[in-house]
């Protein structure tokens, strides 16, 4: 039987079920994964039973993979595997992935290799629904913007607790990465505009630190719209892929010291393009020893 794909959410989010990932590279399967994607935003798998290899080959179906962070070493073993876990770091705050650099992956992947007995969701949100439900003049203004993003935590942040908390902040801020994004991104398949920001874009060009606070403020209250947002509860052995470019997600903080670990994969990705054609722009850093750039959709 073929695949079936069930929505999840009116705006984000399907289950797909009847894809064997051991069977060979079947190119209906990449066509019809990546259809689903545009449509869904973010597509999940249960049962998967896939290792490192099998989850990086499945990921490698959508382009060429990133290695596994610009900062933070890879999971043991590996290359391209970045180890969410919950000892070393919790990503309970909303973002899209590595927007720091030039060319942010245009597709993660997430396998769950320890989940909790309670808590400890993903929550993922369409940010091309957020840009729809914009009223109009907003709408007009964000298309006009740009926004830096960067990878250095600000001073309000809470400290890392754990000696292997503060291990990983050290690593991931130890080379700063700064760049300006078009606030609104415009998807390079299908053509939908989307919110481009998140918990990396920490000024917009132009504006006061308090302006940009303010701005940033209310657009990211559109893509936090319940509607606009899929809360995934983990089970062992499933797979999340998810279009970066036109989502963002945060991991729930709610499973008191119960530990988690996802793996994630990630693939490479284009540069941004805003409304006004202007592509991002590199400011800090050099990413190149993480991602090779697309010069075009994968």
């Known amino acids: 039987m073929p695949p079936t794909i069930r929505k999840l959410t009116g705006r984000i989010g399907a289950l797909v079920e009847g894809v064997d990932f051991a069977a060979p590279t079947d190119p209906s399967t990449i066509t019809m994964l990546r259809h689903a994607l545009n449509e869904h935003k973010a597509i999940v798998f249960d049962d998967v039973n896939l290792d490192n290899a099998v989850q990086e080959r499945v990921a490698g179906w959508f382009g060429d993979l990133t290695t596994a962070h610009p900062n933070v070493p890879a999971a043991d073993g590996t290359t391209n595997v970045l180890a969410v876990d919950s000892e070393t770091s919790k990503a309970n705050?909303?973002?899209?992935?590595?927007?720091?650099?030039?060319?942010?992956?245009?597709?993660?992947?997430?396998?769950?290799?320890?989940?909790?007995?309670?808590?400890?969701?993903?929550?993922?949100?369409?940010?091309?629904?957020?840009?729809?439900?914009?009223?109009?003049?907003?709408?007009?203004?964000?298309?006009?913007?740009?926004?830096?993003?960067?990878?250095?935590?600000?001073?309000?942040?809470?400290?890392?607790?754990?000696?292997?908390?503060?291990?990983?902040?050290?690593?991931?801020?130890?080379?700063?990465?700064?760049t300006e994004h078009p606030l609104v991104r415009v998807h390079p398949l299908t053509g939908e505009r989307g919110l481009f920001i998140g918990g990396f874009a920490k000024g917009v060009v132009g504006l006061s630190n308090s302006e940009s606070a303010d701005?940033?403020?209310?657009?990211?209250?559109?893509?936090?719209?319940?509607?606009?947002?899929?809360r995934w509860t983990w089970a062992p052995d499933?797979?999340?892929?998810?279009?970066?470019?036109?989502?963002?997600?945060?991991?729930?903080?709610?499973?008191?010291?119960?530990?988690?670990?996802?793996?994630?994969?990630?693939?490479?990705?284009?540069?941004?393009?805003?409304?006004?054609?202007?592509?991002?722009e590199q400011l800090v850093g050099d990413a190149s020893h993480y991602s090779k750039v697309l010069e075009a959709a994968a």
Do not use: K
């Not at 949100?125 to 298309?143: G, K």
């Not at 008191?256 to 054609?277: C, S, W």
């Open 93 to 178: 705050e909303w973002h899209t992935d590595v927007t720091f650099i030039l060319n942010p992956p245009q597709i993660t992947t997430l396998r769950s290799i320890v989940t909790t007995p309670y808590g400890g969701e993903t929550l993922m949100a369409n940010t091309a629904a957020a840009y729809r439900d914009l009223p109009e003049p907003l709408r007009a203004l964000a298309d006009s913007l740009r926004v830096v993003h960067t990878n250095q935590y600000d001073y309000a942040r809470p400290a890392a607790t754990t000696a292997q908390r503060q291990e990983y902040d050290r690593a991931f801020v130890s080379t700063p990465y700064e």
């Open 215 to 230: 701005l940033l403020r209310i657009l990211q209250s559109y893509v936090t719209r319940p509607e606009n947002i899929l």
């Open 238 to 280: 499933q797979l999340l892929i998810f279009d970066n470019r036109i989502t963002q997600h945060y991991g729930v903080d709610n499973y008191d010291d119960h530990p988690r670990r996802l793996n994630r994969v990630t693939v490479a990705g284009e540069v941004p393009v805003g409304v006004d054609g202007r592509r991002s």
